[in-house]
């Protein structure tokens, strides 16, 4: 996987990163929108982490840390880049960044009905924890 380039994003990706995750990630989030993405680049510069192959946009992962737990969402790869070992790698970088940061347990938001997720995320060695519940209420 020479050809792969993991690097973070920058505030002139966000328009790339909103287009790529309404083709390329399940579901919609309330903060899928560029005020929220550029809140988050500009808390933390180093959370959202691209992979290009052929300088094209193949995947991603927000790899956030509040000093306390390491959570990971929108991993997300393109249909024609998957099961190349991109979410691998992904991972791989954003434990790498949680490492390097005194992370300790990651924590990953999956939806339920995605089972393809289910098998990456299982793959990478991430197990599902069934007593817990994601409680929301939008602001």
């Known amino acids: 996987m020479t050809d792969l380039h993991i690097r973070r994003a920058t505030l002139s990706d966000i328009d790339t990163v909103l287009r790529f995750w309404r083709e390329a990630a399940e579901g919609t989030s309330i ?3 560029h005020a929220g993405v550029t ?3 500009t808390r933390d510069p180093e959370a959202l982490l691209l992979a290009e192959r ?3 946009l193949a995947g991603t992962v927000i790899a956030g840390f509040d000093g306390w737990r390491c959570s990971a ?3 997300a790869v393109h249909p024609d880049h998957r099961r190349q ?4 790698a992904l991972l791989e970088a954003a434990e790498q960044r949680f490492a390097a940061l ?3 347990r990651v924590d990953a938001m999956v939806l339920e009905a995605n089972e393809q997720a289910h098998h990456a995320w299982a793959a990478a060695g991430y197990h599902r924890e069934d ?3 994601r409680w929301v ?3």
């Open 73 to 75: 969402y929108r991993l």
């Open 31 to 33: 903060s899928d929108d």
């Open 131 to 133: 007593h817990w519940r």
């Open 54 to 56: 052929d300088g094209l």
């Open 39 to 41: 809140r988050l680049l």
């Open 85 to 88: 070992g991109i979410a691998t």
């Open 102 to 104: 005194g992370g300790r």
């Open 137 to 139: 209420k939008p602001l």
